[in-house]
């Protein structure tokens, strides 16, 4: 377990004076507008001492923050999730949906050179390496690269294998950064991002100083230093000491008991995870409809965010990406009614059934979640048997094995959940979920221009998903950050999007 002395020794080689000494304790309110100065330290859970700075490998949500504070991706996630432009001034398509030419901004990597569409071609060849395993990589499969070329030093023009108006989103992927062309050694990573490399210990910390030639403008620090504590007591109790001014991914609890704090602020990015179960409709017994309406029925959602996330979350309606582009606001909260469940669970024959939900700690909150849920079920007919699996298989396992189980998922576009998950030949399809006309509406949703009708399909599927689907998306949680009372400029967005453990934007009053 780590100690907050055990903190403090993964601080670089730092000491408790050194550290004490440039933390912040006081109770100063942030600054009402920016001020320029400083090192912010930030603490995160880590990977230990196989870490390493490529941000085509980043996975765990420190690398995904180091990567954006080195680089830059062609467009990012905004508030709504939707794709926004950032070294991509702009994107248009032809009228076959099927090139893209994009133009590049003026921009330049630490080192001088400009950004060029020869980095974006090499960068985005470098993912889609099939000897390699990039996470881009499958949001970035439908590039046709042999045909694709650059136009001139700003401009690329990318030919894709089918239509997809929803290229951006791709642009926007998780890990899809651009790197200089022939980049391979990231020990002193080279970006065009806001902030400069100047020192890394893998499992310990990351140093990095302000780029003053950003193109959008310096950032208000100095410097930001990414310091690792996996524990979240000792990233909450270096906060509380003076040690970092940023604490990562607290715990509903936590958030609690320091609200109204002068010694922590809270800081929470509603929608930024959805808490689910997922039911796979390939098999007995949820290959009944009337039975996967009971499960929903049964689910009280209100006492699930309470009790699970300690009330920091919102109730959700069986559907994914509440609050972003394109979601169906209009659909009818569901609420619970046992009664119905009852009628409905003897409709289907299950009356006096055992199911096993599988659960694991492979992410927070699951757990707990199944064990609520099946006591909800209790007086149904329908007895849940709640059974914890190995967290290190847990997301392989239950994507084959099973017929109900726990389920998590971060932000992202309602498209990319829907391409990654609900179509007939989706890889990670976890509830089976496979209708011809279904896939027929996402083709048809990603080749429409108009943005009405687009909207339209999107909604028709999510009506589709939420009359017969195999999601029981009971919340919706909140991101929570802690930090020092006189930080200012930290944002509220969802996880995973741009805005999110952003420090360009971050300044120490």
């Not at 959940?417 to 890889?427: K, M, T, W």
């Amino acid at each position: 377990m780590h100690t907050r002395r055990h903190f403090l020794g993964l601080t670089a080689g730092l000491s408790l004076a050194a550290l004490a000494g440039c933390g912040t304790t006081g109770a100063a309110p942030a600054a009402s507008a920016p001020k320029a100065g400083g090192r912010l330290r930030a603490a995160f859970a880590g990977g230990g001492a196989k870490e390493v700075l490529d941000p085509h490998l980043a996975n765990l949500f420190v690398e995904a923050a180091r990567s954006k504070a080195l680089f830059d991706k062609l467009a990012d996630l905004g508030p709504d999730v939707s794709a926004q432009p950032r070294l991509a001034e702009r994107w248009e398509p032809d009228a076959t949906l099927t090139r893209w030419r994009i133009t590049l901004r003026q921009a330049a990597f630490h080192d001088g050179r400009p950004v060029r569409a020869e980095d974006v071609l090499a960068s985005y060849a470098r993912i889609l390496d099939p000897n390699r395993a990039f996470r881009a990589k499958s949001s970035l499969a439908l590039v046709d690269l042999a045909n694709s070329r650059a136009v001139d030093e700003r401009t690329v023009e990318f030919a894709l294998e089918r239509p997809f108006i929803e290229f951006p989103n791709a642009l926007a992927a998780f890990g899809a950064y651009i790197v200089p062309a022939g980049a391979e050694d990231f020990a002193a990573p080279v970006g065009s991002g806001p902030f400069r490399f100047v020192s890394f210990e893998p499992g310990k910390s990351v140093l990095l100083k302000k780029n003053p030639d950003y193109w959008e403008g310096a950032p208000h620090l100095d410097e930001l230093e990414f310091v690792i504590a996996n524990e979240e007591s000792a990233r909450a109790n270096a906060l509380l000491g003076g040690q970092v001014q940023y604490a990562h991914d607290l715990t509903p609890t936590t958030a609690r008991s320091h609200t109204g704090s002068d010694r922590m602020a809270i800081h929470r990015s509603p929608n930024s995870a959805v808490q689910a179960f997922a039911m796979k409709l390939d098999r007995p017994p949820f290959d009944d409809r009337d039975l996967r309406e009971a499960m929903f029925l049964l689910a009280d959602r209100p006492q699930l965010v309470e009790s699970v996330l300690a009330g920091s979350g919102q109730v959700a309606n069986d559907l994914f990406g509440k609050g972003y582009q394109y979601y169906a606001d209009d659909i009818p909260q569901r609420a619970r009614d046992l009664d119905k469940a009852k009628f409905l669970i003897r409709k289907a024959g299950a009356e006096g059934l055992t199911v096993k939900l599988d659960t694991s700690t492979a992410a927070a909150g699951m757990v707990e979640a199944a064990t609520v849920f099946a006591d909800q079920a209790k007086g149904s007919g329908l007895t849940i048997e709640v059974v914890t699996g190995n967290k290190d298989s847990y997301w392989a396992d239950t994507l084959k094995n099973g017929s109900l189980s726990s389920f998590r998922s971060g932000a992202m576009p309602i498209e990319t959940h829907i391409a990654q998950r609900l179509l007939s030949d989706a890889g990670t399809n976890v509830t089976k979920w496979s209708r011809p006309e279904f896939d027929d509406l996402y083709r048809r949703a990603v080749s429409t221009v108009d943005g009405a009708e687009r909207g339209g399909l999107y909604a028709e599927m999510q009506r589709s998903l939420h009359a017969e689907g195999g999601y029981l998306m009971w919340g919706f949680a909140d991101w929570i950050v802690g930090a020092s009372p006189n930080v200012g400029g930290i944002s509220t967005a969802p996880a995973n999007t741009l805005d999110w453990a952003r420090f360009d934007k971050v300044w120490l009053g």
